[in-house]
């Protein structure tokens, strides 16, 4: 063993592997979205993505070559149909990369906490400002062309104040009244909503492209999914008298070509799930009404339910890639006997 050599550890391991499936995935749908954008505005955003999950890439197999780390299958042109007609509207493809890119900050943030060698850290430090200034792009993007989806507005505070009673935590009894809902819960509450509608509209998208009914039965279900949590979470922000505003109009085509493959839409799928169980985790701690922490809790046992399906659905097509773990001592012992 090379005693100057730093070797990768387990959670360095797992990242980079992570790292190269969403990269090697957002490629795929990236590189068909930059085919049929017209505004000129919208298009550097995009390429700018596309350009940051290429470079990652040439990292990542560089890296895995060093490494002698075995290059994970993850997504390459075979999992693209760059022949099928226009799918997605400007402005979904823009707030696609929005959406993607708050993902990308959130994943990249923790690979930095996880990592603890030089190359990697600096890798994951630069690609965490890199999505960054890309979210922010595409902010002011949204912003410029008045699509940028605003947060509710409250008054602002004229004077701190401090919690006198525990019925402020309160929030299941049917049979008294809730209190008004605070700032943090708001914010949560209207950014599950948005996250949500990205999600509605990717299931429509990609169960009109697949042949497969089971795929087109799957991602109805989210549709169906999503909707509900949309509902359920305008109907706690309107019993508040808060309006949510108007959300803007990220629409798909109705074509009905196989666009991606099988494999890319169910991972995708997974990747959205995780993403939303995440984000529920972190509503329901910055929660502090009951029956919010409780609705999210709830919501976010059915994401894994829907989540657990479907990689039933991958494994059963052989398309769940397993990520890199440590061998079975116990068989390995066994296998000797």
Same mark, same amino acid.
């Given at each position: 063993?090379?005693?100057?050599?730093?070797?990768?550890?387990?959670? *360095?391991?797992?990242?980079?592997?992570?790292?190269?499936?969403?990269? &090697?995935?957002a490629t795929c749908i990236l590189k068909f979205m930059l085919k049929h954008i017209e505004d000129t505005?919208?298009?550097?955003?995009?390429?700018?993505?596309?350009?940051?999950?290429?470079?990652? $890439?040439?990292?990542?197999?560089?890296?895995?070559?060093? *490494?002698?780390? +075995?290059?994970?299958? @993850?997504?390459?042109?075979?999992?693209?149909?760059?022949?099928?007609?226009?799918?997605?509207?400007?402005?979904?493809?823009?707030?696609?990369?929005?959406?993607?890119?708050?993902? @990308?900050?959130? #994943?990249?943030?923790?690979?930095? @906490?996880? #990592?603890?060698? *030089?190359?990697?850290?600096?890798?994951?430090?630069?690609? $965490?400002?890199?999505?960054?200034?890309?979210?922010?792009?595409?902010?002011?993007?949204?912003?410029?062309?008045?699509?940028?989806?605003?947060?509710?507005?409250?008054?602002?505070?004229?004077? &701190?104040?401090?919690?006198?009673?525990?019925?402020?935590?309160?929030?299941?009894?049917?049979?008294?009244?809730?209190?008004?809902?605070?700032?943090?819960?708001?914010? !949560? $509450?209207?950014?599950?909503? $948005?996250?949500?509608?990205?999600?509605?509209?990717?299931?429509?998208?990609?169960?009109?492209?697949?042949?497969?009914?089971?795929?087109?039965?799957?991602?109805? %279900?989210?549709?169906?999914?999503?909707?509900?949590?949309?509902? /359920?979470? !305008?109907?706690?922000?309107?019993?508040n008298d808060i309006a949510t505003p108007r959300l803007p109009d990220i629409s798909v085509s109705h074509?009905?070509?196989?666009?991606?493959?099988?494999?890319?839409?169910?991972?995708?799928?997974?990747?959205?799930?995780?993403? @939303?169980?995440?984000?529920?985790?972190?509503?329901?701690?910055? #929660?502090? %009404? #009951?029956?919010?922490? /409780?609705?999210?809790? %709830?919501?976010?046992?059915?994401? /894994?339910?829907? +989540?657990?399906?479907?990689?039933?659905?991958?494994?059963?097509?052989?398309?769940?890639e397993q990520p890199p773990g440590t061998k079975d001592r116990e068989k390995l012992a066994r296998k000797?006997?």
């Amino acid at each position: 063993m090379n005693q100057n050599k730093i070797y990768l550890t387990s959670a *360095e391991i797992g990242s980079l592997w992570t790292s190269y499936m969403n990269s &090697s995935m957002a490629t795929c749908i990236l590189k068909f979205m930059l085919k049929h954008i017209e505004d000129t505005d919208i298009k550097p955003a995009v390429q700018f993505s596309y350009d940051l999950s290429s470079s990652h $890439l040439d990292f990542l197999v560089h890296l895995f070559e060093q *490494e002698k780390y +075995a290059i994970p299958n @993850g997504f390459t042109e075979k999992d693209v149909n760059m022949d099928a007609p226009w799918l997605f509207s400007d402005i979904f493809c823009l707030t696609y990369v929005n959406h993607m890119s708050k993902v @990308g900050m959130l #994943s990249y943030s923790g690979f930095v @906490g996880m #990592s603890a060698r *030089e190359d990697i850290c600096d890798f994951y430090t630069q690609g $965490l400002m890199d999505i960054s200034t890309l979210y922010n792009q595409t902010n002011k993007i949204a912003n410029s062309k008045g699509v940028h989806p605003r947060h509710p507005y409250i008054e602002v505070p004229n004077e &701190s104040d401090y919690v006198d009673s525990k019925k402020y935590l309160s929030g299941l009894n049917p049979f008294t009244n809730k209190r008004p809902l605070n700032a943090i819960e708001i914010a !949560h $509450l209207y950014m599950n909503v $948005l996250t949500n509608s990205v999600g509605v509209k990717l299931c429509l998208a990609f169960a009109q492209t697949s042949p497969s009914k089971e795929i087109q039965d799957y991602m109805l %279900r989210g549709k169906k999914i999503s909707n509900k949590h949309i509902n /359920a979470f !305008h109907s706690i922000l309107l019993e508040n008298d808060i309006a949510t505003p108007r959300l803007p109009d990220i629409s798909v085509s109705h074509s009905t070509t196989k666009t991606f493959s099988d494999k890319l839409l169910m991972f995708h799928m997974t990747l959205l799930a995780s993403a @939303g169980i995440g984000n529920y985790a972190t509503a329901a701690a910055a #929660s502090q %009404r #009951s029956d919010l922490v /409780a609705n999210y809790e %709830r919501f976010s046992l059915g994401i /894994a339910q829907y +989540a657990k399906d479907g990689a039933d659905i991958m494994i059963k097509n052989h398309w769940l890639e397993q990520p890199p773990g440590t061998k079975d001592r116990e068989k390995l012992a066994r296998k000797q006997t």
